[in-house]
């Protein structure tokens, strides 16, 4: 059963204990997490990770098996969930364990997906997609977090802030928490302040890169993965700015074949594209035919798969990539 992000309520009148969660947006995901499932719960909590939960399955089975109906709640958290995990999940559903409740966490979930179609169609499971953020819902969550904090900015800061954070709600948490820091010390924040406070790397920020791959030049691109060591983490980052901005850019590039006028496209898009990064993306626009660009982007979804099975070869798998896009 689909139950949409804002409507969980009417999940927990379902009587299920099986949940599944999925989408782009890992911060979403979190917030519903925690409010509907953490709030007030005093019973134990195990987490696990995909490969670790099919690797010690027989163990966990036989805990959830063995525990009494008086042994308090429990709940098992399975993060980075694929079809791997159907065939698991299934024979505990088929057991009826009604005492435990199980939440599944995963990122983009197609409609191929056997995970997601089961429980889609399965009445007494939930599914909960959540998508990224748009202009306007971040821009709620900035200026609530700014009022409540008394803290003051631009139009253009903010506009800055949820740019950089690519509609993932835990990336915009992150860039409101170091403005907040800083004006504890600092009352005047200006849109420098906030540019580099909110700058993804030291050397190169993601953003950097992104336009570089965009640009289609080689000699920065070879530059930034020479000088900056990219944890697997920040490689899920860099895929996501990247998949945000060619999404972006693909849809000026279809705006600008119906009005021949890349100025006004530019200037109309949402999020506003600031006036530092304008003549950047005309050169983007030059640089790619569209159809390319959108093969590409087809081809990103699949990385940001192959990257989270293989987190310790994160880094050559987004540096082949990105280099070798032709």
Aim: charge should be positive; aromatic fraction near 10%.
């Amino acid at each position: 059963m689909i139950i949409k992000s804002y409507e969980f309520e009417k999940s927990k009148s379902e009587n299920s204990n099986f949940f599944l969660i999925y989408g782009k947006n890992e911060g979403l995901q979190n917030e519903i997490f925690e409010k509907n499932f953490l709030q007030n719960f005093e019973g134990a909590i195990n987490k696990y990770d995909e490969n670790e939960f099919i690797r010690n399955y027989d163990e966990i089975l036989s805990g959830i098996l063995t525990q009494s109906l008086f042994d308090g709640s429990r709940l098992i958290v399975v993060s980075h969930v694929t079809d791997k995990i159907l065939k698991y999940i299934s024979e505990i559903i088929n057991k009826k364990i009604s005492h435990i409740t199980f939440f599944l966490k995963s990122g983009s979930l197609d409609k191929k997906s056997k995970i997601r179609a089961f429980f889609e169609k399965n009445e007494n499971l939930i599914v909960i997609p959540v998508y990224e953020d748009n202009f306007r819902t971040q821009s709620y969550i900035v200026e609530k977090f700014l009022k409540k904090n008394n803290v003051k900015l631009s139009r253009e800061s903010v506009n800055l802030i949820i740019s950089r954070s690519n509609g993932d709600r835990k990336n915009l948490n992150i860039e409101l928490e170091k403005i907040l820091n800083y004006s504890l010390t600092n009352k005047n924040i200006d849109f420098e302040n906030v540019e580099k406070l909110t700058n993804l790397s030291a050397n190169y920020s993601f953003n950097d890169l992104v336009d570089a791959f965009l640009l289609k030049d080689v000699k920065k691109i070879s530059k930034i993965f020479n000088e900056n060591n990219y944890s697997s983490e920040d490689c899920i980052i860099i895929i996501r700015s990247l998949l945000s901005k060619s999404k972006r850019l693909i849809n000026i590039m279809e705006l600008n074949n119906i009005t021949n006028n890349i100025d006004k496209v530019i200037t109309s898009i949402k999020p506003p594209i600031f006036w530092k990064e304008k003549e950047s993306v005309k050169k983007q626009v030059s640089s790619w035919n569209l159809e390319e660009l959108k093969n590409k982007t087809y081809k990103i979804n699949d990385i940001e798969l192959l990257i989270k099975n293989n987190n310790y070869n994160a880094l050559n798998i987004v540096s082949d990539f990105i280099i070798n896009y032709q």
